[in-house]
């Protein structure tokens, strides 16, 4: 685990000639996703009673996602500054072990399936925690060590767990919701099924040192995957919206 250090004589500069270029890089990825998970919160807030009141928690979800990972990004941001380029390792989980649960709670969230989507939320809650514990006991193990191996993979299977539950649990569901959000709901599983690669294949990358790169790969994978994966249910919610209006 990386320790929550104070200032040194060794941090970074706003300077991006005073630093390595890949940690200049990383620096500014860290503030930009700041601010970007800061404005994806206040946007997502404020366009919650555009919404049919039904979806309004969909977008305060939403909203919390980013709003959460704005603060743990502020956090990250002054923790690799401060102490001259260690990764913000901790926050980095803290911050995955509120908003991912988050991000997949909006899937029985807009199929509204009652009694049924209760199940599935937990299911997916749950199987979501575990994935993001048992990776942080990998990441705290020594690299390439019996531990570390074991509990990545222990996350992997949680994690192909939860695509399990999307495509094929909630996949009838999600095939007779209206054609919009239908739509949405299947882009939305491409972004767990594809976005959420990123993050085994940056664990790996411990391997070869490449930390710089890795947290320059997770920052923009974030964005992605937290403001874009509300973008596409809000979307989605409109476009069923104005489908409806016009029959």
Not at 130 to 146: C, D, G, H, K, L
Request: aromatic share 14%; glycine share 8%; with cysteine.
């Amino acid at each position: 685990m990386i320790p929550l250090l104070a200032a040194t004589d060794a941090a970074l500069s706003m300077d991006f000639t005073q630093n390595a270029p890949l940690q200049s890089i990383t620096l500014y990825l860290f503030f930009a996703g700041t601010v970007a998970m800061g404005a994806g919160a206040l946007y997502f807030f404020l366009l919650r009673n555009n919404v049919e009141p039904v979806y309004r928690s969909t977008m305060v979800v939403a909203g919390l996602v980013c709003a959460i990972a704005c603060f743990h990004y502020y956090k990250m941001t002054g923790v690799y500054q401060a102490t001259g380029g260690q990764f913000p390792t901790a926050l980095r989980y803290i911050d995955w072990l509120f908003t991912t649960p988050l991000l997949l709670v909006k899937f029985p969230l807009l199929l509204r399936m009652g009694e049924r989507g209760t199940k599935f939320f937990w299911q997916l809650v749950a199987l979501d925690v575990a994935m993001i514990v048992t990776a942080f006991i990998a990441e705290t193990a020594p690299i390439n060590s019996e531990r570390w191996w074991t509990f990545f993979l222990v996350s992997c299977v949680f994690e192909a767990l939860i695509v399990g539950v999307l495509f094929v649990s909630l996949g009838q569901a999600i095939a007779e919701a209206p054609a919009p959000l239908a739509k949405a709901l299947e882009t939305m599983r491409l972004f767990v099924l594809i976005g959420w690669a990123i993050y085994p294949i940056g664990f790996l990358m411990a391997r070869s040192g490449n930390g710089e790169l890795r947290e320059i790969i997770y920052n923009i994978a974030d964005v992605i995957n937290k403001v874009g994966f509300g973008l596409v249910a809000y979307h989605g919610i409109q476009a069923m919206g104005y489908g409806a209006s016009r029959d």
